[in-house]
């Protein structure tokens, strides 16, 4: 059997091999990083019977791959400290995978608190209620709730869910207590600048990537085809060194949505969003501006 652990877990995935290896199974650890679901290590099924991910709820289905949760617990009396700064009386509250388990203990203690507390069912690429991913705010829009509690660390996902709904959002960090109303102003301000750098750009590459769960090749090749100074670039692991190396000016991301919104100051030159790069095309206006999300756009 193989092993894939994400980012951050890798190392507990030693000594349950260890232990594994013991009880009489023939144990492989994949050792590429790993940050979603959408990122099997399917190639290690050439060697091996079952893959084993742990840690992601799957994002489509896949043949002889089993997901095991990782959960993490946090105390759900935590969201006394978001009280002070939700107005309510409905709130749409959204977690990751990880806290899932826990989601309708904290709409227990916002409800004692007198809240209405809306939590969204799962489905498609989030299938837990209440659960958002960085490439899928659906459970946060579905909640039709004009503010919404994000349980979580920090500020990626909240920053999504404010881009994705426009509603007042709360972050609440379970483990510390702390609680900020977010603000996607200041990163939509930044974004407005990066198209605007985009603009003199003479080669764009469009961003195709080749990890199934992260390919969106027909939204890659509309992309393309709108644009005499945009070809299409299939990658695996989009590295500022592998940018630098393809010498285009400005690239839109059609991989994870995290590459453009999350890593943008690692990279050499600007890498736009689907919706960004049509926003410097002309064919959509800032107000029309979305948030980059699987499935939409
Ligand atoms: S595409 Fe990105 S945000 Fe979506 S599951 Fe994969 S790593 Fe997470």
Redesign the pocket.
């Known amino acids: 059997m193989a092993l894939q652990f994400p980012a951050g877990l890798t190392r507990r995935g030693f000594a349950l091999a260890q232990e594994l290896r013991a009880s009489g199974f023939d144990v492989i650890l994949s050792g590429d990083p790993c ?5 099997l290590a399917l190639d290690t099924l050439e060697v091996a019977d079952v893959l084993v991910h742990f840690g992601h709820a799957p ?1 489509g289905p896949h043949e002889r791959v089993i997901h095991e949760p990782v959960s993490m617990d946090f105390d759900p009396g935590m969201v006394r400290e978001a009280l002070p700064l939700l107005r309510g009386p409905r709130i749409g509250i959204v977690t990751t995978v990880q806290h899932v388990h826990l989601l309708e203990a904290v709409a227990d203690e916002l409800r004692r608190a007198g809240f209405d507390p809306v939590v969204a069912g799962g489905s498609g690429r989030t299938p837990h209620p209440g659960q958002v ?3 899928s705010f659906r459970a946060a829009r579905e909640t039709g709730a004009d503010e919404i509690l994000y349980v979580g660390t920090g500020l990626f996902h909240p920053l999504g869910v404010q881009m994705a709904t426009r509603a007042r959002v709360v972050a609440l960090d379970p483990f510390t207590g702390q609680a900020t109303e977010v603000s996607a102003e200041r990163f939509l301000r930044q974004r407005f600048g990066l198209i605007e750098r985009a603009r003199t750009a003479e080669r764009i590459g469009v961003i195709v990537s080749a990890k199934s ?2 390919r969106r090749l027909d939204l890659a090749r509309r992309l393309a085809g709108l644009s005499g100074r945009a070809i299409l670039v299939m990658m695996r692991e989009v590295t500022p060194e592998a940018l630098l190396d393809l010498g285009c000016n400005a690239y839109v991301n059609t991989a ?3 590459l453009a919104y999350d890593d943008q100051a690692r990279f050499p030159v600007p890498v736009l969003t689907p919706a960004e790069f049509e926003i410097l095309l002309g064919i959509r206006s800032w107000e029309d501006y979305v948030a980059d999300e ?1 499935g939409e756009g």
């Open positions: 940050y979603g679901a959408c990122d994002v991913l960085g490439c769960g992260q994870c949505p995290r699987w």
